[in-house]
C-alpha cells in the first residue's frame, strides 16, 4: 500500500523546515508548498527547494499577486523593527504581520490538496508566535479546519480534512531540539526578515533574535 500524502506549508525557515521533518517521519508522503507573495525575504524560497529536495519531497512554489499583501514590514510597508526586547515582542500585532497570509496560504494548499487526494495539512504556527499573530493561534487553526470540512466536497462528502499544527505547543528551543533529533540541517534554513540576496541574516530582527535565544 502507498502512504498516505500530505500538503506540508513550507517557508524555508526553521519551523517549517521542523514540520516538513516530522511529517515525513509519521510515514506521510510529503508535498511542500511555498509561496512567492513579494516578500523581502525572498532568499526563503531558495531554502525552501533545497530543503524539499534534500528531503525527497515534491515542491510547489505558488505565486501570488503582492498587492493581497500590502501594508506590512515584509513586503511593501514599515521597515522590519530591530533590537526589540524579546518580552516586549509580546505585546500587540507586530508590523511584521502579513494581512492574512495564513489563512490565504491554507486555502491554497487546501485547494492542492483536495485536487491530489489528501487529507492532511500540516502548518508550523508555535506557541512563540500566539500573542503577535492572531493567524497562529491554536483557534485560528481550529476555525480553519471547521471551514475546511465544510467548505470542501472531501470534507462533506469525503474523509475530510485534518489541519496539524505539531509546533502549536512547543517553545524555539523545543522545535529545535525536535529538529535535531529528525536530522534537520538547520544551516540549509533562512529566519530573517530581511536576509540579503546571500541569505545572510541581519542579526537583530524579532526572528533573528527568537532563532538565536532558542539555540542558546
Known amino acids: 500500500m502507498s502512504s498516505p500524502s500530505a500538503v506540508v506549508l513550507l517557508s524555508g525557515g526553521l519551523d517549517s523546515a521542523t514540520v516538513l521533518a516530522m511529517a ?5 508522503e510529503v508535498h511542500a508548498m511555498s509561496f512567492e507573495y513579494g516578500q523581502r525575504h525572498g532568499h526563503e524560497l ?20 503582492p498587492s493581497a ?14 533590537d526589540r526586547d524579546l518580552d516586549a515582542m509580546e505585546e500587540g500585532i507586530p508590523d511584521t504581520y502579513v494581512p492574512a497570509r495564513n489563512t490565504i ?4 494548499a487546501l485547494g492542492y490538496a483536495e485536487g491530489i487526494g489528501s487529507h492532511d495539512l500540516f502548518i508550523g504556527v508555535n506557541a512563540v508566535d500566539y500573542s503577535g499573530y492572531p493567524d497562529c493561534r491554536p483557534a485560528f487553526v481550529e476555525a480553519f479546519e471547521r471551514l ?23 517553545s524555539k528551543a523545543q522545535i529545535i531540539q525536535a529538529g535535531q533529533a529528525l536530522g534537520v540541517d538547520y544551516s540549509q534554513t533562512v529566519s530573517c526578515y530581511q536576509a540579503d540576496e546571500q541569505g545572510r541574516a541581519c542579526g537583530v530582527c524579532d526572528s533573528c533574535r527568537l532563532r538565536a535565544a532558542g539555540f542558546a
Request: hydrophobic share 45%.
Open 24 to 28: 515525513a517521519d509519521d510515514g506521510f
Open 46 to 65: 531558495e531554502c525552501a527547494s533545497r530543503i524539499a529536495e534534500a528531503a525527497g519531497a515534491r515542491h510547489v512554489v505558488a505565486r501570488l499577486d
Open 69 to 82: 499583501f500590502r501594508g506590512s514590514a515584509l513586503t511593501d510597508g514599515p521597515e522590519v523593527p530591530i
Open 105 to 108: 496560504m491554507l486555502s491554497h
Open 148 to 170: 475546511a470540512n465544510l467548505a470542501t466536497r472531501a470534507g462533506v462528502e469525503g474523509e475530510g480534512f485534518c489541519i496539524r499544527a505539531p509546533l502549536q505547543h512547543l
